[in-house]
């Protein structure tokens, strides 16, 4: 998924605040410091789901040829695998 880094700040920028509004954490940081360590694991979580892609499509052109005799959608095929390879490594999607 792609995001403009000043989406990102804005949303990361945003749930921090209301983190704090809402009592859900007392930071012992700077929230300058709190706000780049976040946006640099959501940016983090955000390879990861490239990487899991490209394996992903990886996956797919190995096995294009048996794809292509099913009638299975491409795209459902591409999720239904994406899905299990981020439940096999614990990524939250």
Do not use: N, Y
């Not at 983190?19 to 012992?28: A, C, F, T, Y």
């Not at 780049?36 to 955000?46: S, T």
């Not at 899905?83 to 490594?89: G, H, I, S, V």
Request: contains cysteine; aromatic residues 4%.
């Amino acid at each position: 998924m792609k995001i403009r880094e000043e989406d990102l700040q804005r949303v990361c920028k945003t749930i921090l605040s209301r983190w704090k509004e809402k009592g859900m954490i007392r930071p012992k940081a700077a929230e300058d410091v709190l706000l780049a360590k976040m946006i640099g694991e959501v940016r983090k979580d955000f390879q990861r789901e490239v990487a899991l892609d490209r394996e992903v499509e990886a996956l797919m052109e190995k096995h294009s040829r048996e794809m292509s005799q099913s009638q299975a959608s491409s795209h459902v095929l591409f999720q239904k695998i994406k899905d299990r390879l981020a439940k096999e490594r614990g990524i939250v999607l």
